[in-house]
């Protein structure tokens, strides 16, 4: 054997024998630490400390070096078991409510801290001596005040919901309002506190709500929310009888102006619906009893229209009613005794051998004791009125296109006086959904008052007209094909005026009191530039934000909306004071 083989192999050894030693030593410092976690976890276990007892005894039995004391450590951990399903129980829960509650998962949430108090009310009604390190544990974990900490987040979410519902107007996403309910009322400081502050909240959005739908016109959705509401809280156990003392306020505030409109076929509709209401919820209204009184006081006006010859007008009422009671046999009565005072007869005095059609007329009225209406084969209009000596003033016009089909021939009563009748004469259209003709009669003369092609049209209360899509006006992108129309009367005929205003004319000193409303107003620009400026108005400051070039120093007048606040500095100078200003949503220039 060679020398250099002899000394490899001597290296070998050596290096066998040093690893040896190595793994000896690291042996004998395991052994002698998990004697020393023995004695600690046996030290803490007769001090009753059982947390730290349970932590030293799964530590000296996770070390596998070699065998020491087995038996009285699988004891003692057998022993301590509850304390091991403690902490593990608990560092699984904390970690979901940390993960869904950052998440603003609601439903898992909820469903981790039903879990957490069954958890706790098992080991609180455990064995009293580890019912006694429940709480340590748990308030190591901190699960307590995370649980306080995430419900009191998701209730100011919540809140902001039920504020974004309310502006937004949706009656169909009540989850937020759910959400805060199911929150447990030891997180409002007790039952009765969680009664008193959801109820004055569920009060003040509900009636802002409903109050909204009123406002706006929506009398069957008001009720429809109204119902569901009703039965939402009844399902939810709670107590809401603002529901239905509001749902009757608003009522009867939409029901008298129906009343003093004069407007008996809205009222009609509306008692119907607000009576189906009552009846579909199964609740009393006094409102009921004041309809009814209403009702008759109108049937017999109509009544009394018929003794006065005003046939038209009876039947008119009649019908206005129908929506709210069956008076089919009502109009039927006074149509049979209209016809027994048949204003044709009238126009056939006029023009004996005329085909008269869309024949109309009443009593007593213009200055007769009874007039009549119509149109003959060549398009021609007519108007007659008996007078008292029974003789018959007429008039008419045959300045209606002869090639145009006319539809009907009525009364406007809208613009008629009591001596100058108005005849409105509606024909066909091909471009929109009727002509309308309108002739004011003065004597034997007939003037022409307005003559225009329109999907509809309204008599303002100023007398002025609303019309929808007339044609020739707007098209030529001035103007939407849904916008409607102003026609003033200027001598003896109506002409266009212009288009009607979507917003209210406003002083800008009194913007506050118009938030999420769309209002016009005069402001002098102190600070300009593009897309945004700060305006004054009076002794106050308002900040313009749109999609203009607002120069400084001129005086502006815009349109828009405000719904938010914001602090500004005047000038942009950082040594100045920021102020608090509304912020104007800008649409656009006038």
């Not at 898992?108 to 544990?137: C, H, T």
């Not at 649980?147 to 519902?165: A, C, D, H, S």
Request: net charge negative; charged share 25%; with cysteine.
């Amino acid at each position: 054997m060679k020398i250099k083989q002899v000394l490899t192999l001597r290296h070998i050894l050596i290096l066998l024998c040093i690893a040896m030693l190595v793994l000896i030593a690291f042996k004998g410092i395991d052994m002698k630490r998990k004697m020393a976690w023995v004695d600690e976890a046996e030290r803490y276990y007769r001090e009753n400390n059982l947390i730290q007892a349970e932590e030293w005894y799964r530590k000296a039995a996770n070390n596998r070096s070699f065998h020491y004391k087995e038996a009285l450590i699988a004891k003692r951990l057998n022993e301590l078991a509850p304390v091991t399903e403690m902490k593990a129980t608990l560092a699984r829960l904390d970690g979901r409510v940390e993960r869904t509650g950052s998440s603003q998962d609601f439903a898992g949430f909820l469903q981790v801290y039903g879990e957490f108090q069954d958890a706790r009310n098992k080991f609180m009604s455990a064995d009293k001596r580890f019912a006694a390190v429940y709480p340590k544990i748990s308030a190591g974990y901190g699960i307590s005040d995370d649980i306080t900490r995430y419900f009191k987040e998701f209730k100011g979410l919540f809140y902001g919901q039920l504020e974004q519902q309310l502006n937004q107007g949706l009656t169909d996403e009540a989850g937020a309002k759910w959400n805060l309910q199911a929150i447990p009322e030891a997180f409002y400081g007790g039952a009765d506190e969680k009664t008193k502050q959801l109820g004055a909240k569920f009060k003040d959005f509900d009636e802002k709500l409903m109050s909204r739908l009123a406002g706006g016109g929506k009398f069957a959705q008001l009720l429809d929310y109204s119902q569901t509401l009703m039965d939402e809280y009844e399902g939810r156990k709670i107590q809401a009888p603002w529901v239905k003392s509001k749902t009757e306020e608003l009522s009867r505030m939409i029901l008298k102006k129906d009343v003093d409109g004069d407007q008996p076929a809205n009222y009609a509709l509306h008692a119907k619906t607000y009576e189906s209401y009552v009846q579909s919820a199964g609740i009393k209204s006094s409102l009921l009893k004041e309809i009814d009184r209403q009702i008759r006081k109108w049937l017999t006006s109509a009544q009394r229209k018929i003794k006065n010859n005003d046939y038209e007008g009876a039947i008119a009422l009649y019908e206005a009613l129908s929506a709210y009671r069956d008076t089919s046999d009502e109009v039927k009565k006074a149509r049979l005794a209209w016809t027994a005072h048949d204003p044709l007869r009238l126009l056939q005095l006029v023009g004996q051998t005329a085909n008269f059609s869309h024949v109309g007329g009443g009593g007593s009225r213009f200055g007769g004791s009874a007039y009549a209406i119509g149109s003959d084969d060549g398009n021609a209009i007519y108007f007659a009125v008996m007078n008292a000596d029974e003789t018959v003033q007429a008039a008419s016009t045959r300045e209606f296109p002869g090639d145009v089909a006319i539809r009907n021939v009525s009364v406007e009563e809208s613009l008629s006086t009591k001596t100058a009748p108005v005849l409105l004469v509606e024909g066909e259209s091909a471009s929109r959904k009727a002509l309308y003709a309108a002739y004011e009669v003065h004597g034997s003369q007939m003037t022409p008052l307005f003559f225009f092609e329109a999907d509809g049209y309204a008599v303002q209360p100023d007398r002025s007209l609303l019309v929808t899509n007339p044609a020739g006006v707007g098209e030529d992108g001035s103007a939407s094909a849904s916008q409607e129309a102003v026609y003033t009367r200027q001598g003896d005929s109506y002409q266009f005026a212009g288009f009607q205003k979507d917003y209210a004319d406003i002083d800008g000193a009194d913007l506050l009191a118009h938030e999420n409303e769309k209002v016009s107003f005069a402001c002098y620009i102190v600070y300009g530039g593009e897309g945004q400026a700060l305006a004054q108005v009076g002794a106050s400051y308002i900040k313009l934000r749109g999609d203009y070039m607002f120069n400084e120093g001129t005086s502006i007048t815009v349109v828009g909306m405000f719904n938010q606040f914001e602090d500004v500095i005047p000038g942009g100078d950082p040594l100045n004071q920021p102020i608090n200003v509304p912020v104007f949503d800008v649409e656009r220039l006038e």
